[in-house]
């Protein structure tokens, strides 16, 4: 290995950027301050108008019959589960590069999450696998939309069918994403979404599940409110301030300044996930002439949401660990992440199931080269040149044969 060009700011050189560019932001502008400002200075907080029209405005973006709106993602898998009977004893086959997440919600209602390795070019959970994993305990599949890439839906809709699966899409990353021109959240029994700052659109925290299914509809709505069989207002009808708690449920619920957000949000997205898809367009045309920075497959047939920008480094060309790569892309100013560790691999996993190394060796391997660049709508120009920039000069200093 030899030094060409200028000295990483890891050993002393001028960093690329000052300050340090996240991997991801939320883009919030006036009309959103306004819009929950209105709702703040309105009779309802939380359980008011707000949260019924951004569900309807959602279930109609993704072109789903329902959509029900919950605190958050983890909340939105933890009523998923609810919706397909999870419970002691099932067994759900679940993707495991992903958040962990999207294995703990099996785990809280006392099932087992059954970990499926991943397609080598997308990362993507791959069908022929899920299939080789089914027994007689298994109930559902939670596919995994990674960095916002569909999953092979036609697919895994046909092992589902034939094994009597529920399946759910955790499309936590890929709101604004379509296979085969299908929107996501149209696409399986039960779509996961969230809404963390750093998802394509946001209410701080929140989350929404979207079903065709009238019945899981009422179930989640009934899981997400303590497990109470009616909403306020329906009770007054009932007389008496008269409720009954007929499942164990929780308080899940989206308040309306929230909801507010999400609606103003939800006004933006196509113009978010074009500006995403604009950025990924960028860095694919910079990597081309560097060969040992390889960004993940995308099939024809998908339109990507981007939430996350995945690229592998390729080791045997490169005198440095993933490790030294993103420590070295940090010290530029580059807000690099790893987006993510298997979940198999977290002490959790190991210790209650016996999960660890070996388990999923394509997953496992990955790992250990992949690196999320920053992506996200109010990226300009000149960040997105900076993080070209940032690849080039770490790769030029230890890209072996120099
Ligand atoms: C794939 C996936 N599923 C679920 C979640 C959980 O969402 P939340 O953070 O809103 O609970 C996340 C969050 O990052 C995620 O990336």
Same mark, same amino acid.
């Given at each position: 290995?030899?030094?060409?060009?200028?000295?990483?700011?890891?050993?002393?050189?001028?960093?690329?950027?000052?300050?340090?560019?996240?991997?991801?932001?939320?883009?919030?502008?006036?009309?959103?301050?306004?819009?929950?400002?209105?709702?703040?200075?309105?009779?309802?907080?939380?359980?008011?108008?707000?949260?019924?029209?951004?569900?309807?405005?959602?279930?109609?973006?993704?072109?789903?019959?329902?959509?029900?709106?919950?605190?958050?993602?983890?909340?939105?898998?933890?009523?998923?589960?609810?919706?397909?009977?999870?419970?002691?004893?099932?067994?759900?086959?679940?993707?495991?590069?992903?958040?962990?997440?999207?294995?703990?919600?099996?785990?809280?209602? %006392? *099932?087992?999450?059954?970990? /499926?390795?991943?397609?080598?070019?997308?990362? +993507?959970? =791959?069908?022929?696998? $899920?299939?080789?994993?089914?027994?007689?305990?298994t109930k559902a599949v939670v596919a995994v939309d990674y960095a916002g890439h569909s999953c092979d839906y036609d697919s895994l809709r046909t092992i589902a069918d034939l094994y009597g699966l529920t399946l759910v899409d955790d499309a936590c990353h890929a709101i604004g994403g379509s296979y085969k021109g299908r929107p996501m959240g149209s696409l399986a029994d039960l779509n996961t979404f969230s809404f963390h700052p750093v998802k394509h659109l946001t209410t701080g925290e929140g989350g929404m599940i979207t079903t065709g299914n009238t019945r899981l509809a009422q179930g989640m709505r009934i899981f997400r409110n303590h497990g109470i069989d009616m909403d306020t207002h329906q009770r007054?009808?009932?007389? %008496? *301030?008269?409720?009954?708690? /007929?499942?164990?449920?929780?308080?899940?619920? +989206?308040? =309306?300044?929230?909801? $507010?957000?999400?609606?103003?949000?939800?006004?933006?997205?196509?113009?978010?996930?074009?500006?995403?898809?604009?950025?990924?367009?960028?860095?694919?045309?910079?990597?081309?002439?560097?060969?040992?920075?390889?960004?993940?497959?995308?099939?024809?047939?998908?339109?990507?949401?981007?939430?996350?920008?995945?690229?592998?480094?390729?080791?045997?060309?490169?005198?440095?660990?993933?490790?030294?790569?993103?420590?070295?892309?940090?010290?530029?100013?580059?807000?690099?992440?790893?987006?993510?560790?298997?979940?198999?691999?977290?002490?959790?996993?190991?210790?209650?199931?016996?999960?660890?190394?070996?388990?999923?060796?394509?997953?496992?391997?990955?790992?250990?080269?992949?690196?999320?660049?920053?992506?996200?709508?109010?990226?300009?120009?000149?960040?997105?040149? =900076?993080?070209?920039? $940032?690849?080039?000069?770490?790769?030029?200093?230890?890209?072996?044969?120099?």
């Amino acid at each position: 290995m030899m030094t060409v060009g200028p000295r990483l700011a890891l050993e002393g050189g001028t960093p690329v950027r000052k300050t340090l560019l996240p991997y991801g932001h939320q883009s919030i502008d006036e009309d959103d301050i306004a819009a929950v400002v209105e709702v703040l200075r309105s009779e309802w907080l939380t359980t008011g108008p707000k949260v019924v029209e951004f569900e309807e405005a959602f279930a109609h973006f993704v072109g789903a019959k329902h959509a029900v709106a919950v605190s958050n993602g983890t909340a939105a898998l933890h009523a998923a589960m609810f919706a397909a009977g999870i419970g002691p004893g099932d067994e759900v086959l679940v993707p495991t590069m992903t958040f962990a997440a999207s294995a703990n919600c099996v785990v809280y209602h %006392g *099932g087992t999450p059954v970990f /499926i390795d991943v397609d080598p070019k997308t990362l +993507l959970l =791959d069908p022929a696998q $899920a299939e080789a994993k089914i027994t007689s305990r298994t109930k559902a599949v939670v596919a995994v939309d990674y960095a916002g890439h569909s999953c092979d839906y036609d697919s895994l809709r046909t092992i589902a069918d034939l094994y009597g699966l529920t399946l759910v899409d955790d499309a936590c990353h890929a709101i604004g994403g379509s296979y085969k021109g299908r929107p996501m959240g149209s696409l399986a029994d039960l779509n996961t979404f969230s809404f963390h700052p750093v998802k394509h659109l946001t209410t701080g925290e929140g989350g929404m599940i979207t079903t065709g299914n009238t019945r899981l509809a009422q179930g989640m709505r009934i899981f997400r409110n303590h497990g109470i069989d009616m909403d306020t207002h329906q009770r007054p009808q009932r007389g %008496g *301030g008269f409720y009954e708690m /007929i499942e164990l449920g929780y308080n899940y619920r +989206l308040t =309306d300044f929230q909801c $507010a957000l999400g609606l103003s949000q939800l006004q933006k997205l196509p113009e978010f996930v074009r500006r995403r898809q604009a950025i990924a367009t960028h860095y694919n045309a910079a990597f081309v002439d560097m060969p040992a920075v390889k960004p993940l497959a995308v099939s024809p047939h998908v339109s990507h949401a981007y939430h996350l920008y995945v690229v592998q480094f390729d080791l045997d060309q490169l005198a440095a660990s993933r490790e030294r790569i993103f420590m070295a892309l940090r010290a530029e100013g580059i807000g690099v992440n790893v987006h993510y560790i298997p979940v198999h691999l977290h002490p959790f996993y190991r210790q209650r199931f016996g999960t660890g190394p070996g388990l999923c060796p394509v997953a496992e391997g990955a790992y250990e080269q992949i690196i999320s660049l920053p992506i996200f709508p109010r990226m300009t120009e000149s960040d997105v040149e =900076d993080v070209i920039a $940032a690849v080039r000069k770490v790769i030029k200093t230890y890209e072996k044969g120099f």
